[in-house]
């Protein structure tokens, strides 16, 4: 069956440190892939998305993602995390042509002020 | 455009109860999906419309069901409440272009106590 793995459940960072959260998907043909980001108290919104292109994809608030197609990889990444990364980071893939998006179980990401 | 909206924002409810949630997607999009979100389990898919068919399910109890409107606004029901049914009940809705679809938008969600 298809399905996202992530698999740090919580990360707990300082503030200006670096991060990178896993995603990894099971599935051989072409993927749409998201992440998303629900703040506390807020409803999800999305970081990022990638389709095709640069596998490198920038988003929202310093976030980038890189696609790595033989690792089944979509990883998040930011150079240096504030106090107001402080979040739940879900990531998302549609396979092409399907019409069901399947989510990670999220990543809960806390940052140390 | 407006955003995905959700009615109401807060429910409680007693066990044996039922409840329906309301659900606009934002304008132009024909597929509107439902979620369970709690701490414990995370999101979890419960359905998607798309033109006022139920074209996928997630494995949840028959006391879970749905409907979409020819306008494309969507109702959530459950029947029958129980304690873990308590939860935040998300709504996102996402258009479909070249065969394929685009990115969900997701509402603030319905917040469902069951005492």
């Known amino acids: 069956a298809q399905s996202v793995s992530q698999h740090n459940h919580h990360v707990i960072l300082s503030e200006a440190a670096s991060l990178e959260l896993g995603c990894n998907y099971s599935?051989?043909?072409?993927?749409?892939l998201f992440w998303y980001v629900q703040y506390p108290g807020q409803h999800l919104q999305l970081l990022l998305k990638y389709f095709s292109g640069d596998p490198l994809v920038k988003g929202i608030k310093g976030f980038e993602a890189e696609f790595i197609k033989s690792k089944f990889s979509f990883n998040l990444r930011k150079p240096s995390v504030q106090w107001s990364d402080t979040a739940e980071y879900f990531c998302?893939?549609?396979?092409?042509?399907?019409?069901?998006?399947?989510f990670g179980s999220g990543t809960r990401l806390s940052i140390r002020p | 455009k407006a955003g995905v909206t959700q009615t109401p924002r807060y429910l409680i409810k007693t066990r044996g109860q039922q409840v329906t949630l309301s659900c606009s997607p934002i304008?132009?999009?024909?597929?509107v999906s439902w979620y369970q979100q709690t701490p414990g389990q995370g999101l979890q898919f419960l359905f998607e419309y798309f033109s006022e068919t139920q074209r996928n399910k997630g494995n949840f109890p028959g006391r879970f069901s749905g409907r979409q409107f020819s306008n494309s606004r969507s109702e959530m029901n459950v029947s029958t409440l129980e304690l873990g049914d308590s939860a935040l009940y998300l709504c996102?809705?996402?258009?479909?272009?070249?065969?394929?679809?685009?990115?969900?938008?997701f509402g603030p969600g319905t917040r469902l106590t069951v005492l």
């Open positions: 998302a893939v549609i396979p092409r042509g399907a019409s069901k998006i399947i």
């Open positions: 304008s132009g999009h024909r597929s």
């Open positions: 599935y051989g043909g072409t993927v749409n």
């Open positions: 996102a809705s996402s258009s479909f272009t070249s065969g394929s679809y685009n990115e969900q938008f």
